[in-house]
């Protein structure tokens, strides 16, 4: 299976089940086209296509009718593509579904936790997953105690992982501020104690970064997520504060004063990792340009995120919105070609795709680590799943007590849950770029975490386009440059 598309003068031909990516001139474009209609419409495979010649001269006489090209170079082409496929990297078989059983045993192990340290907010987010900030009424500050032992129980059950990750969540973590610190300094001595390395992060919305913030994570902290929409409009219409003022105001200083002192060169830090994480809705269709404003402001680490709501809400994003959502990404996509042709380029999430040294295969083929490399923590203890299932009293795994005590639930990820598990992946282009997706997402859209989140999936689609197209270029242009 292979998906062919045009963007930006580029001809970009995608193998699904080796994710091999190639670019190539029209006539090879046009080749490769009627060869996979042959291959559609028979039990051929490519290399029987390719290797008839019938077939060869057919196509090859099609081919010149439309191109003033040598005959020999359509036959040239053939024989390229013959050679692909005997190397598996177009029309390739799936080598991975037999063992993705196997593949997702290597997510056994315990790596990262979340850990919900407030479940509260000093803000009052429209569209917020998480019940703006509470859970639903499910409030809670974080004891130190609760903490710790949350990082035990990493430790025990992190097996001979030497790293690992904890992300300091909410609600709005900077309200427990005191008891992330502590935890932190907790982790340092238990790093010393079991020869474990702690990568903590932090996801804030800002309002209360100070410098003691600042240089706190700047030591100690590998990443920090900043919760920002991009304009001032934007932001402030989603994201505002109890009473319904706006929060741009209150955090913008905040924000470029964490990142300069993340990026500024010569700096004592632990990483200079951060980047903004936004949201879109049906207020902001056109979201590219949030994108821009951020990148604009100097924000080089950028992400946006559409909603994923009840579809009734005034805010929410429906199927007829594709189209529009489609060419935003598009117009993001040619802003930043044009701006790394300039040297002036910058991030965004979604489209970074490393096409020589990604995921490994079985990451790609298990997907996210959820109940099993990953767990979120609540204030009081309980274990669930991941952060966007906290609240959903059916899905609660244990605690960090008792461990495991629902491990039915945890089964549902463990034993029914990779990418040959959903029900649309398998015949799906970009499945070894998406890795089956968010589980939540599928299950709050669909009650079944193995039923895809349709809306989320094209989108993902359209983004993978996207990326694929910036790295041929960037790759083509570091070519031109050696």
Not at 38 to 50: P, W
Not at 162 to 189: A, M, S, T
Not at 222 to 232: F, I
Request: glycine share 8%; with cysteine.
């Amino acid at each position: 299976m292979i998906h062919q598309y045009k963007f930006n003068n580029y001809n970009i031909i995608v193998d699904a089940n080796s994710a091999s990516v190639h670019s190539v001139d029209e006539v090879a474009y046009d080749i490769i086209a009627k060869v996979d209609e042959v291959i559609r419409r028979g039990d051929r495979t490519a290399a029987e296509v390719l290797n008839d010649e019938e077939i060869r001269r057919t196509v090859s006489e099609e081919i010149l009718a439309a191109y003033e090209v040598p005959a020999e170079d359509t036959y040239e082409v053939m024989d390229d593509l013959a050679d692909l496929v005997a190397d598996n990297l177009l029309w390739s078989e799936d080598l991975f579904e037999a063992a993705a059983s196997d593949l997702k045993i290597k997510q056994s192990v315990l790596k990262a936790i979340c850990l919900h340290v407030a479940h509260g907010c000093n803000m009052d987010c429209e569209y917020c997953f998480a019940g703006k900030g509470d859970y639903s009424g499910k409030s809670g500050i974080m004891s130190l105690e609760v903490g710790k032992r949350a990082l035990d129980y990493l430790v025990e059950n992190s097996g001979s992982r030497r790293h690992l990750e904890v992300d300091f969540f909410g609600g709005e973590p900077l309200i427990n501020w005191d008891v992330c610190k502590e935890l932190v300094r907790y982790g340092r001595e238990l790093e010393k104690k079991h020869n474990k390395i702690f990568n903590f992060t932090l996801t804030t919305n800002g309002v209360l970064i100070d410098d003691d913030v600042i240089d706190f994570t700047n030591r100690e902290m590998g990443n920090v997520v900043l919760s920002m929409d991009g304009r001032r409009e934007t932001h402030d219409r989603m994201r505002h504060t109890k009473s319904g003022d706006g929060t741009y105001d209150s955090i913008m200083d905040n924000f470029k004063a964490l990142v300069a002192s993340r990026t500024e060169p010569g700096a004592e830090r632990r990483s200079s990792e951060y980047y903004m994480r936004g949201t879109y809705t049906a207020y902001n269709k056109d979201f590219s340009r949030d994108v821009l404003a951020m990148a604009d402001m100097g924000f080089k680490e950028t992400s946006i995120e559409p909603v994923v709501s009840d579809p009734s809400v005034p805010y929410a994003l429906h199927k007829e919105d594709l189209p529009q959502l489609f060419e935003e990404y598009e117009k993001l996509a040619m802003e930043m070609y044009d701006r790394e042709m300039r040297g002036e380029g910058f991030n965004f999430y979604h489209y970074t795709v490393d096409l020589t040294g990604g995921p490994c295969i079985y990451k790609r083929v298990s997907g996210c680590g959820v109940a099993t490399e990953y767990l979120a923590v609540t204030p009081t203890g309980d274990l669930y799943p991941c952060h966007q299932f906290v609240g959903d009293d059916d899905m609660i795994v244990g605690n960090i007590y008792e461990g495991i005590t629902h491990p039915e639930t945890v089964g549902i990820f463990s034993g029914g849950n990779n990418l040959y598990t959903r029900n649309a992946c398998k015949d799906c282009w970009v499945k070894l770029y998406c890795a089956g997706g968010c589980a939540a997402n599928n299950y709050h859209s669909n009650g079944d975490i193995n039923k895809v989140y349709e809306f989320g999936c094209e989108l993902q689609r359209k983004r993978i386009e996207c990326a694929l197209m910036l790295a041929v270029a960037k790759n083509e242009k570091q070519a031109g440059c050696e």
